[in-house]
């Protein structure tokens, strides 16, 4: 069986080209990560990959990880500029089986793939077996889906848009951030404050704060990072109130759903930030919930530093189609 397994991104899609083969090993033929912008549609990011794999096998099933809502195999990217319908794709590109799952779905389906040397604790807490899972993370978005184990002990995995829930401040300076963001954006959800396309609006907001003029163009993480590490005293609390709103979402996490198998804490932005992530500023504010602090407290929360969790879980599904 040849499959074609991919997370797709706001900002990047990485790609895998698997062969299962019959005694039930698993050889991968080809792997790209690209710059999804750089492609109008899903169709011509697949049929780059496939030229570029230069192969002259013909895949039987291709299974996607999105990044946005699902609704019969049907989807509109929420950051990116494209509309994918399951049976269209199949037959655009001859593929026998498409199928699409939610992109946390697969980042879910990839922690049962993940070794002790791919995660760090961040709250170093005992994980009670058969245990409710999570995980979250900050991408481009902010994503969230939670695994629940079936009477045999696996578990199976579950989407959600919890990244798109309304935003709470936890003090006087995150209602005014919420007051600034309100104003550009009408609804502020969490991902308004904790992703990558958040990162320029923190900033601009504590150059505000500090009374100093931002540059003209937009900053992103890494640009942060590079400004906190010159000296910008803007940027540096930037990245600290990214720091404390990342820590609120993940105790916010904590007590939605009691993770006590762990809350995975996964993307790209923590372990560009791995230093500050295992800083104690992160677990106090996640662990700042009043009367049920006890509740974060006692929840195994860890850190995924593997960035193949998401085509890892999507290669995983992929098999697993029925």
Known sequence: MELIAGDIGGTKSWLA??????????????????????FATADDLIRQFIADSRLTTVP????????????????????LDWTLEAADMAASLGIARVRFINDFQAAAAGVATLTAADVVALNPQSTEAGGVRAITGAGTGLGLAFMLADAGGRYRHYASEGGHIDFAPANALQLRLLERLRAAYG??????????????DLYRFCCAEKNTAPPDE??????????????????EAALDLFIDLYGSWVGNVALLLQPRGGLYVAGGIAVHLQARMQSPRFMAAASDKGRMRGVVERTPVLLVTNSRLGVQGAIATGFAMS
């Open 17 to 38: 080209w698997m062969a299962g083969e019959t005694d039930g090993m698993q050889q991968l033929r080809f792997e790209q990560v690209y710059a999804s912008a750089a």
């Open 60 to 79: 039987d099933r291709l299974l996607l990880a999105l990044p946005g809502p699902l609704h019969a195999q049907h989807s509109t990217l929420t950051n």
């Open 187 to 200: 609804h502020v959800s969490w991902e308004r404050a904790v992703s990558g396309l958040a990162m320029n």
């Open 218 to 235: 937009p900053v992103d993480g890494a640009a942060l990072v590079a400004r906190a590490a010159a000296g910008d005293a803007a940027a």
